[in-house]
């Protein structure tokens, strides 16, 4: 493993590899300490939309989430709120990033349409210009109702910091398998689904939730830098392993 830096910020663990900076804690706690400006900030939050009641938000991420109970990966860590402090949790840790975002740049959240509409309010009262939604298409691979509506499609909502920049032009739709490129997290997006979203970012990104550090992977593929923020020690240190041996084959 690539790491060359290890040492606290503000009581959370701070690993320094080729190419990334990760952080193990709470992002409320993390963000203050970080410097910009970030290019783009590209995260997928716990969405805590996993039931109605209070009973069924505090039950397991696996049981909320995943049609097996013989899940090999851990429970992740913040998925119990209510929409109304989903709103308000997201507007001050939106707040937070957004003031180390380089004028022009990109806001970019995933979210299912439960808390679509919450995740658009959190976003402008952060102070970014909300510009729009992309779609996940799940493909068949997306959850079943019977007599209903497959649950095929997650939410990208984006937005700028002040006037849009860059000459790319990124599609609204993106079809990607679920499983495409493998799974280390009980909801990480697939790696060809990040790729083609970072592509879209400027060289510095943010990850204020990273999970398994798929978005990471997808960025240091990319030769961007990238920071990134988890709260669970399992998936921080997946997380560590994980783009410890990006950074290897990149120093190659």
Not at 96 to 101: N, S
Not at 141 to 159: C, D, L, M, N, T
Not at 166 to 187: D, I
Request: glycine residues 14%.
């Amino acid at each position: 493993m690539a790491t060359s830096n290890r040492k606290p910020l503000f009581n959370n663990e701070h690993v320094s590899l080729l190419g990334a900076d990760l952080y193990r804690g709470d992002c409320l706690a993390v963000l203050p300490g970080l410097s910009g400006p970030f290019d783009a900030v590209v995260t997928d939050p716990p969405y805590s939309s996993g039931g109605q009641s209070k009973g069924d938000r505090a039950r397991s991420t696996g049981d909320k989430y995943l049609n097996s109970s013989g899940t090999k990966f851990p429970d992740f860590l913040g998925d119990t709120k209510d929409q109304r402090s989903y709103l308000h949790w997201s507007a001050l840790w939106m707040g937070l990033c957004t003031e180390r975002l380089a004028d022009g740049g990109l806001m970019i959240v995933f979210s299912d349409w439960r808390q679509l509409p919450v995740t658009t309010d959190a976003m402008q009262a952060a102070g970014v210009t909300w510009r729009g939604v992309a779609v996940w298409d799940k493909t068949g691979g997306a959850r079943p109702y019977k007599g209903g509506f497959r649950s095929q499609a997650e939410y990208i909502v984006w937005g700028s910091k002040g006037p849009l920049r860059g000459e790319t032009y990124s599609p609204g739709v993106f079809r990607v398998n679920p499983l495409a490129g493998g799974k280390l997290h009980q909801v990480g997006k697939p790696l060809p689904l990040m790729e083609d979203i970072v592509a879209a970012c400027g060289a510095r990104i943010l990850d204020p939730f990273m999970g398994s550090a798929t978005t990471g992977a997808a960025a240091l593929q990319q030769g961007k830098h990238f920071v990134g923020i988890e709260a669970s020690e399992h998936y921080f240190q997946v997380a560590v392993e994980r783009l410890g041996g990006s950074a290897k084959s990149r120093a190659k």
